[in-house]
């Protein structure tokens, strides 16, 4: 059998990220939320508002999958879509109710991460962070340069 050790540094990235989307699944699940809930929910939180189409979500759920994520913020009542948006855009706010709800959904994903994190220290988990980042420019600077 195969070591993980000889896989290559994307396998290791599409298994952390599908592992961490089902392991906050099961957090959130509890709520009846999903990763991808969150994501957006936060969004909104960070910002005030949430472009639909600049959504990170949307690069990982099909678009079926992604409109049935918004709708169901939508009909529970936690988010509203803002008029007027501009042409090609649909933009996303909290009502009051998602508002109020979102301290809960936060501490959700608080415990999870608190969990999920546990093994690493906080060196290792900022050295991981600073290797992608890096990663993520070098790569990035290079698909400009062509």
């Not at 195969?2 to 290791?12: L, M, Q, V």
């Amino acid at each position: 059998m195969e070591s993980e050790a000889s896989y290559g540094f994307g396998w290791y990235l599409n298994e952390t990220d599908q592992a961490m989307t089902r392991y906050m699944d099961r957090f959130l699940g509890k709520v009846g939320l999903t990763r991808f809930h969150w994501q957006i929910m936060n969004r909104i939180h960070l910002s005030g508002l949430a472009v639909k189409e600049k959504l990170y979500a949307r690069h990982y759920l099909g678009a079926d999958d992604f409109n049935e994520v918004i709708d169901s913020l939508i009909r529970r009542g936690w988010v509203d879509v803002v008029e007027p948006a501009e042409p090609g855009e649909t933009k996303l706010q909290f009502t009051d109710a998602g508002e109020n709800i979102y301290g809960e959904v936060a501490a959700t994903v608080k415990e999870a991460a608190v969990q999920m994190f546990a093994p690493i220290t906080k060196d290792e988990y900022e050295t991981t962070v600073n290797v992608l980042s890096r990663l993520i420019r070098n790569m990035n600077a290079t698909i400009t340069e062509d």
